[in-house]
């Protein structure tokens, strides 16, 4: 819909929609109100996707990182900001009777208060959108350029230009002939003897299947799902474990020592993204960086529940800490990454479309996730030794590290995924101007 009704009025819409159902969930008086508003919420939540592409659009090579980073950027602010006024403006009347009262109208509906503040935060952003956000303009045909093979005495007949089009420069990163045709789509839909002058509604022509049958799309695609077991399973294993009795090899943590690992390993992240990961992924290429950031994941992982062991407390929270910064470091830099690589295997005017495929793909990642991060992490509980009920517990590495020697094997198969994928998904495609 962005692609085609315009960017700037959908980012406007969407943000829209969201600000009214966040403000009616503030109004919630049951279980099943808060269900219906919540899933109406999320099914508007398209500003990030849009969002994504109009940062694409804007920014070049040599930026198009920072730009991403500052979408990075806002889930660790929420991470900071987000349980801070949920924690201080959750029932009020609870919170502060003196100031509200029992018949004031916070005190009867008690999330109303941070979803207030919320819906501010949303009708601010939507009237930055207006004034900010260029007007979407009509695209100009796109240029085409194409690979031209030698024919007899040097000669290009309208024949070889239809058949060319199969071997779209857009794959590579220059071009290997002396000869080069560039066309514009428009004009290439009339050219003689072309298959694409007959009107067709075949699958590989529309928007889905073009992103199937491009590789190079497809397969960052399918990488964004898989990214998802360890990227979110990290996420969702940290505050699990951390709350996990010592008795079962845990931490033992309450929820405020668990906010506050959480809050200071966001900070850090807010801080460095923007100085540290355009830098690093402008410098090593997309691909690189993308490997070492999991391969890093992988040597980090096991340095948490290992970290158990360490009697000293200021040890034990240095150790900690550090890595878990350096966990929720490298989780966001993949993310970053694999986002560039998704809008530069994509054509310009299919950019919102591949974003929310690519988000699509990446939440069936996420529905799988969960459960089996928490089916694997349950299980490995009962062979944690030195306890009571477990009688027959099978001990490492089957206790309480299983779960993140799981993770670390994603993020060896996120690394090897790499490989498959294209050189010239770390760069901007030179197909469309």
Same mark, same amino acid.
């Given at each position: 819909m962005a692609d085609r009704y315009g960017r700037k009025k959908l980012i406007?819409?969407?943000?829209?929609?969201?600000?009214?159902?966040?403000?009616?969930?503030?109004?919630?008086?049951?279980? !099943?109100?808060?269900?219906?508003?919540?899933?109406?919420?999320?099914?508007s939540m398209g500003m990030v996707v849009i969002g994504k592409a109009l940062i694409f659009q804007v920014t070049d090579e040599t930026n198009s990182g920072?730009?991403?980073?500052?979408?990075?950027?806002?889930?660790?602010?929420? @991470?900071?900001?987000?349980?801070?006024v949920g924690g201080f403006l959750a029932f009020p009347g609870e919170l502060y009777p003196e100031?509200?009262?029992?018949?004031? $109208?916070?005190?009867?509906?008690?999330?109303?208060?941070?979803?207030?503040v919320?819906?501010?935060?949303?009708?601010?952003?939507?009237?930055?959108?207006?004034? %900010?956000?260029?007007?979407?303009?009509?695209?100009?045909?796109?240029?085409? %350029?194409?690979?031209? !093979?030698?024919?007899?005495?040097?000669?290009?007949? %309208?024949?070889v230009k239809t058949y060319l089009l199969q071997t779209c420069i857009r794959k590579e990163n220059t071009l290997p002939t002396s000869y080069q045709l560039q066309i514009t789509k428009s004009e290439f839909q009339h050219l003689p003897n072309s298959?694409?002058?007959?009107?067709?509604?075949?699958?590989?022509?529309?928007?889905?299947?073009k992103i199937i049958f491009d590789k190079g799309c497809f397969r960052v695609c399918v990488l964004y799902a898989l990214y998802a077991?360890?990227?979110?399973?990290?996420?969702?294993?940290?505050?699990?474990?951390?709350a996990t009795s010592r008795d079962y090899a845990g931490f033992g943590f309450n929820t405020s020592e668990i906010g506050t690992s959480l809050m200071i390993a966001a900070i850090v992240v807010l801080i460095t993204q923007f100085i540290v990961m355009s830098r690093i992924t402008q410098y090593f290429g997309l691909r690189k960086t993308f490997v070492c950031a999991c391969l890093a994941a992988t040597f980090f992982?096991?340095?948490?529940? @290992?970290?158990?062991?360490?009697?000293?407390?200021?040890?034990?929270?240095?150790?900690?800490?550090?890595?878990?910064?350096? @966990?929720?470091?490298?989780?966001? $830099?993949?993310?970053?990454?694999?986002? $560039?690589?998704l809008n530069n295997a994509s054509d310009p005017e299919l950019l919102g479309f591949v974003n929310g495929f690519g988000m699509t793909v990446s939440t069936i990642g996420r529905a799988l996730t969960v459960p089996m991060v928490g089916s694997i992490f349950g299980w490995s509980l009962t062979n944690v030794k030195n306890v009571t009920e477990?009688?027959?517990?099978?001990?490492?590495?089957?206790?309480?590290? $299983?779960?993140?020697?799981?993770?670390?094997?994603?993020?060896?198969?996120?690394?090897?995924?790499?490989?498959?994928?294209p050189e010239s998904l770390d760069k901007k495609s030179i197909v469309s101007k």
């Open positions: 406007i819409v969407a943000a829209s929609t969201s600000c009214i159902f966040t403000l009616a969930f503030g109004f919630t008086w049951s279980i !099943e109100w808060a269900i219906v508003t919540r899933l109406f919420a999320g099914m920072l730009g991403m980073a500052f979408i990075i950027g806002g889930f660790s602010l929420g @991470l900071i900001v987000g349980p801070v100031t509200f009262s029992e018949d004031s $109208l916070f005190s009867k509906f008690g999330v109303l208060l941070p979803n207030l919320v819906t501010l935060g949303y009708i601010l952003a939507i009237i930055s959108a207006i004034i %900010y956000i260029p007007n979407d303009t009509k695209s100009t045909p796109s240029v085409t %350029y194409i690979k031209l !093979e030698d024919e007899e005495n040097n000669k290009t007949s %309208y024949r298959r694409n002058n007959k009107k067709t509604n075949s699958f590989k022509d529309s928007k889905l299947g077991f360890l990227g979110v399973g990290f996420d969702e294993l940290f505050p699990l474990y951390a992982l096991p340095i948490i529940p @290992l970290s158990y062991h360490i009697e000293n407390k200021r040890v034990f929270w240095f150790v900690m800490l550090s890595a878990l910064i350096m @966990l929720r470091f490298v989780v966001a $830099l993949a993310f970053l990454i694999i986002n $560039l690589m477990n009688k027959d517990a099978l001990g490492f590495p089957l206790n309480q590290y $299983l779960v993140f020697f799981v993770l670390a094997l994603f993020g060896i198969l996120n690394a090897f995924f790499v490989y498959f994928l």
